[in-house]
């Protein structure tokens, strides 16, 4: 790639990025897209859809940025809690990386770079090729390559002082957290899920529990609920509580002809019936199943339970310590909030669970190496000759030169964009036929998942340019690896510079716009379906956009020695993303559920990972270059940022893990003073009911009574 | 090696064992060598030296064979402890693994080998190559290799139940023991180890310590004592206890004219003074010491205490639960018995620790690997014109045939024997300095790292046939290693079945015999030197014993399917060894502490790896021998044997890591109706007072007080 061609790129680029802001800020203020634009504002009742027209509404401003950028870190982390916090922390570290970086690398290197001339390029600057910016320019030998040996532990020791910086205060933040965090205490604080319970033959899981506890842990056991098995029951509660809202939002309307319906297919034939009738007669009958399935439900006991202690201190002591003699029975973990509970696949068995986290590893394994496979299949039966054998009747339409320009050019990456869209929701199936007991969890566990997967298949696949799997066997010869990547990786460097313009800044312009979403809202407004009656504001994929910050980070620290180049247009890339995603959290997603900023130490990880790939690679290209020397003293640098990296470990990851007593027996004070506590332990009592056993009574009831139950945070 | 020089060797070794145990049986009967066979016995007062002469004693019996063989199960646990019952019991399955591998190898394996015809051996029955028995013997693509294959898996299935119930039945009997085991509560069961206390400006170890547990375990604390430098102190006391033994020895003799002694440079010169007198003055100089530099202790705190709880559940709460917000303060570990503390390396702050354990394994590392080269220079200056050249004078000496062939056949031997004898003892060292708390840890800890040690330096570096670090180069290409082993491991078998006769047979032997230990019983004797002032009876050195029994394990699997004529030279050295351990056990050895049976881990961890090793060179053998289909089918077996350890350790190892909620509550219940246990509260508040930091008063008393202390088991 030339000089001139990054340029148009960049400009390009920028220009989409300002059309997406300029439209996002007319669009947003729009009524009709208020949904889509500050769902969480409206879910909150803080906005509210209507209002006058007036001018200033088609004229674009920027008060968004300001709106976005003033709430103070306190404030921010009161409003959006702290998985959102840490998530805005990931951006700020990574802009504070960048930045000193960037002034490193764009004052030191770069001009070095620039001077070397081992690569004969005599065009002038405007097509220059960027490689003369990179470090395959420095003459081979050339003791200059001593700066960017320099550079490296600098860099190093920049990243690793910011990465306990940050550690140390979210670790921090995490514990002030737990203090000062509820007005009520939390069940979830108080609970423990128990599996594998061995129910004696002649008795009932229930008493079981109930007997173990009060023999082991007389003076903290407050109650339990048992587990029952509600797969098919759950899925016609869904099915009932669906239509009691489209239900009472029909009755809220109570406009009469459009209340009119046929009782055929897609209700188009068959007599007409009145529509609310309708609905009613089919939640009675969905309400006879419902008690018939939960009156047999009582027996299906599946050895597992929620235990509830009297205090926080209680519940951590049986956490702790291993309850029974067989280490496979009385599997204690800590309960996760009652709303987050992920109750379908509450697999039980010690073994059975085992084995399907074995499954999993494998199918999550192969689906990360062999994900190319099938893309380079399908993308393969996009060529033209290849359509037209098979569907001759084209034959026409392909000769066109503007189809085939599209279909080659454009169908491989739409096909490859497609499947990648697929990665991260198989991710979430996988991780939840994993045995996690918590949305919360099961998006934690797939967030690593994608991760590794992104950074294989994007970093990786690329840098072995396509024939990845045929290059794969590199990693089987260890010594080769340094050689390898010092090769590959700054050969690739124009094409991730010109990833990072393209890809990195629309994707954030995009996660602005949510062009999807406003247009569904557009149609279905259009076509007068009643979008509000499912509106649910929806939460952050953390599983897919942790993954894609992280690999721009890594392209970053990748770079940093080789390519300098990268890393004003990654600067920028952070600087959208911290003011849009600011914005969003602020006003579009809603936090769902809360792991008290669990995701930090695979943010932590991955950053270490990025830092001994830069090492690995700068080793292999010293040597490349001819400066064995510089090579080997390289060497200690991955070795001290795994010490490190282990003594963070140990330093702070315990935090993450559990409370420590200290901090959950002061709680437990704090609680004791404050709160009527008998009340709070009668409400615990209820709070792990499975919410398909609540007896249901839509027909009588005039406000659900059950939502508050599935829905409160 | 040709079949006549093995059964020569086998004849040689196997009129040394008898030789040996000849000499035992007579030599035993002899009074004055009961310290020598029986210094248990003597210890806890069941023998007694002396006794009149007969005829009897002069005539081999095999008494002892019986004696060792008649103690139930059950009386050996109880006699000799849990850690002495695993031991047998490595040795019992090893015993039960090689009976049936013995009679796969031996009726079906060695049959198929001997009538193949790769090898072209025409010789006589007596003159045929040990390899005839082999795999290198069985025809290139010939289908019998299936039958090896089958085996392979059959072996493995067999090893794996063995192992599955050995760890089973080991764990039970640690709860059993555990529930069982003393009259008296333990103190260490109710005591952690805290170290990493932050004492605040202006505070004591002491008061930081009460403050913080009464502010967060007040129901359960009971005491504590604080940890001080005491390295100094702890010479002086060693010092004054043999000063002081030796007097009270002098005394008891009461034999004046032995009394006198010159005071002089070792006693020859100098006048003459009364030895009690002068012994005496020293001893009160030694107590005048010790009082200064006790007193001046008080202040020298480490930050580090030893805590008692009143309950073992309230110590295993403290233990488990992170106790500070920062997890590098306040870390709990169990406390070991007062009596297995070890003392002189109380490393306090968490980085010291963490910073000697890494410098520990790099040292630990580097000496196993590197461990040849020094040897191998070592041996190269016995090379005769070395000799010669450095030492002119010797010319004569070394042309004398004699010398010259035991030089150069002998001393190279010699030299590798003296550097692997310094291994255990170096590794106890390294072990101690990594900060173990306990003796017994450091050893556990020693097991593991000669174990490695010698798998690497005997087996591997044999295997790589002396060339070790040259053909190191394989561990760094991992697809080569099964096809390198799959040639280097079966061209050895021969060298390993004589290493199993030699070695194993005679070392086993020798263990009974105690060569050095009568020797030198012997000279104490002649020279009237007061040995049994000294006198303490010996332990068994786990972390040697273990490392050889598992070494001779690993060969048998490794050879399993490559040559199994090794295996019933391993049967006999496993039945010595069952017979010959029983006996020192019983007689020689005391239990000095006890693990409760960690040791297992260990050996359950090694033995996999042999699995799994013999895995890779089965794959490497039938890819070599033409037949890559059975290589390819052998690659499940290793998963297989992996999965079943992950599912081993999760089911049975955290059984030997901490005790479980329900033992240690029953066992505290069981405590409060048993005993008085304010009694026992009033001993757990001294028992770990540091030894050192006893009042002394030897002048005064006449029986040593202390001694309870230092020595009560």
């Not at 570290?93 to 070397?116: D, T, W």
């Not at 054998?389 to 080659?408: A, E, H, N």
């Not at 390898?484 to 602005?512: D, H, M, N, R």
Request: proline share 6%; with cysteine.
């Amino acid at each position: 790639m030339i000089l001139s061609a990054l340029i148009t790129s960049v400009g390009i680029n920028f220009g989409l990025c300002l059309l997406f802001f300029t439209l996002y800020s007319i669009l947003r203020k729009q009524p009709g897209n208020i949904t889509v634009y500050a769902p969480r504002l409206v879910a909150e009742g803080k906005a509210k859809e209507g209002g006058h027209f007036n001018l200033e509404r088609l004229l674009p401003t920027a008060g968004w940025v300001r709106k976005a950028w003033e709430p103070s870190e306190e404030d921010f982390l009161s409003s959006s809690g702290l998985d959102a916090f840490v998530f805005m922390r990931i951006i700020i570290f990574s802009l504070k990386v960048f930045a000193i970086g960037g002034i490193i690398g764009m004052s030191v290197l770069l001009p070095i770079n620039y001077m070397g001339s081992q690569l004969t390029d005599d065009s002038d600057f405007q097509h220059k090729s960027l490689d003369s910016f990179s470090i395959s320019n420095v003459n081979n030998g050339s003791n200059r390559l001593w700066i960017h040996f320099c550079a490296a532990y600098v860099f190093t020791g920049v990243v690793c002082y910011l990465l306990y910086y940050e550690y140390g205060y979210i670790s921090s933040k995490r514990i002030a957290c737990f203090y000062s965090s509820e007005p009520q205490p939390q069940p979830h604080q108080f609970t423990l899920v128990v599996r594998g319970i061995p129910v004696p033959p002649g008795s009932t899981c229930n008493d079981t529990v109930e007997q173990f506890f009060r023999e082991y842990h007389p003076s903290t056991y407050l109650c339990h609920s048992v587990v029952r098995r509600s797969h098919k029951l759950q899925s016609l509660v869904n099915d009932a509580d669906k239509l009691y809202k489209r239900l009472t939002h029909l009755k809220h309307k109570n406009d009469a002809p459009k209340r009119q319906r046929r009782d055929g297919c897609l209700g188009l034939f068959g007599r007409k019936v009145d529509v609310v009738d309708h609905y009613e007669r089919r939640l009675g009958d969905l309400e006879d199943n419902l008690r018939v399935e939960q009156s047999s439900l009582a027996t299906k006991e599946v050895g597992a339970a929620f235990v509830s202690f009297k205090t926080r201190f209680g519940a951590a002591i049986a956490l702790h310590i291993q309850e029974s003699v067989n280490p496979t029975e009385w599997i204690t973990e800590k309960a996760p909030h009652p709303h987050d509970v992920y109750w379908p696949f509450f697999t039980v068995s010690f073994v059975k669970r085992w084995i399907s986290r074995l499954v999993v590893f494998v199918a999550c394994t192969s689906l990360t190496i062999l994900f190319l496979i099938p893309v380079a299949i399908v993308q393969g039966l996009t060529h033209l000759d290849q359509l037209e054998t098979w569907f001759p009747f084209l034959k026409g339409i392909l000769r066109l030169s503007v189809v085939s320009q599209v279909i080659t050019g454009y169908l491989p990456s739409l096909i490859l964009q497609m499947f990648l869209s697929c990665v991260p929701p198989t991710m979430i199936m996988l991780s939840s036929l994993q045995g996690y007991l918590s949305c919360s969890q099961i998006q934690k566990s797939a967030c690593t998942k994608v991760l590794w997967f992104t950074i294989w298949n994007i970093f990786f696949a690329n840098v072995l340019s396509g024939s990845a799997l045929y290059r794969v066997n590199i990693f089987l010869e260890p010594k080769e690896i340094p050689r390898v990547l010092g090769e590959a990786v700054p050969s690739q460097a124009s094409f991730f510079i010109a990833y990072v313009v393209t890809s990195g800044w629309t994707t954030i312009a995009s996660e602005l716009f949510q062009l999807t979403k406003l247009l569904s809202n557009f149609l279905s407004r259009i076509f007068g379906k009643n979008g509000d009656v499912d509106f649910e504001p929806p939460s952050i994929p953390y599983h897919s956009e942790i993954p894609r910050i992280r690999l721009f980070g890594l392209l970053g620290v990748t770079y940093f020695i080789l390519a300098p180049l990268i890393l004003p247009f990654l600067l920028v890339y952070f600087c959208l993303g911290y003011i849009i995603f600011r914005n969003q959290l602020l006003k579009v997603y809603v936090p769902k559920f809360e792991t008290g900023g669990e995701f930090w130490p695979t943010v932590h990880n991955s950053t270490i990972f990025s830092l001994v790939l830069m090492h690995i690679i700068a080793i292999g290209i010293f040597g490349l270059k001819k400066l064995p020397l510089a090579s080997g003293l390289t060497l200690p640098l991955p070795i001290l940022t795994l010490l490190f990296n282990e003594y963070c470990q140990n330093r702070f990851y315990p935090i993450f893990k559990d409370y420590p007593a200290e901090s959950l027996i002061k709680k437990d004070r704090a609680d004791q003073n404050q709160h009527n506590m008998s009340e709070f332990y009668d409400k615990l009592a209820s709070a792990y009911n499975d919410p398909a056993l609540i007896p249901v009574q839509y027909s009588e009831r005039s406000d659900s009574n059950r939502s508050p139950l599935l829905h409160s945070s």
